[in-house]
């Protein structure tokens, strides 16, 4: 590793046990502490740009051969099935989505396309979704251990994580679920993005993630959007 950087480079929810080792773990929408040792450790909750801080801090440290996905997978978001996804197929060159990836915004957009395949080419994913036992996981990290190929032949990659801004795009749609009449906020049929009503709706291309509740009150059901 190039000491002129501090290790990791994208600060998150983990811990940081043995930066020379091999194995980082991803317990996807639950911190989970890990027993042993291990280099990384930590949940990850979005499949865009939480999937980004993994591939960034795992790039910049050759040390790391294996990624371990395990702990629940995160509803709509999918984070570990798109991880698996992203592993296997990597995403399309034009517009950065994961191939085949079933998650909500399957995005990869503030890595470069060069990140993302080595990302693929230095780790093995070692796939234990929905896995919450540690002792399973502590098993696994042994197995890996014994079967470490060594330092990644080539020099960290070292990338400065700034999430870039999409011009927002604008759509015609029908059919809308009213959310919030107070505020003119409603649910865009077509797209499933919340956004405020107007001749013509503005929505962002890739949004922050939305919550939707349902709130009864003596007018009705709403739904209520709030960002994640």
Sequence with gaps: MNNDHEWPPVAGDFDINDPSHCVAICTL???????????IAGSCKTENIGIERIIINIISNPSIRYLIVAGPEVPGHLTGRSLRALFHNGVDPDTRKIIDAEGAIPYIENVPLEGIERFREQ???????????????AEKVGELVGQNPGHFPKDAIWIEFRVASREAQRVISSANIIILPEYNLFLDNDSSFVAKQEAHAVVTEHPSSIVIEVRESDSGTILVGKEA
């Design 123 to 137: 780790i093995e994913l070692v796939d234990m979704i929905n896995v919450l036992s540690l002792s399973q996981i």
């Design 29 to 39: 929408g639950k911190r989970i502490e890990i027993p042993g040792e291990y280099a």
